[in-house]
């Protein structure tokens, strides 16, 4: 959850425990109803301003992750490791895989008090 909320440049590490509460409870429901946090609040206001959805945004990011654990864990997928570029690659076999572009919030948020 963290991962994808810090890909997305909504919050930095370390977040307070409200604020990864309502990462949480953001990614399960697909809304906040009631933030507890400085990054819940900013993701409710980001939501009601026309443009991109960082709910939206986190949950995708969250689930690929997932989807794509699970195919590596089963095989579904190669992992290999790319010298020339420093990283791992993925082979997805047969099945295409989702694409991993996605659009920053940074210019957008305000960075969390951790109290």
Do not use: N
């Amino acid at each position: 959850m963290l991962r994808a909320a810090v890909e997305l440049e909504l919050a930095t590490r370390p977040l307070s425990r409200s604020a990864r509460v309502d990462l949480v409870a953001a990614a399960i429901d697909g809304e906040l109803a009631s933030p507890r946090s400085q990054v819940g609040e900013q993701l409710v206001e980001l939501c009601e301003r026309d443009g991109e959805d960082p709910i939206y945004w986190l949950r995708k990011l969250v689930f690929r992750s997932a989807w794509l654990d699970h195919r590596i864990k089963h095989g579904l997928v190669e992992v290999a490791f790319d010298d020339a570029a420093g990283a791992f690659r993925i082979e997805p076999g047969r099945y295409p895989l989702p694409g991993a572009g996605h659009p920053s919030f940074a210019a957008l948020t305000v960075p969390e008090d951790r109290a």
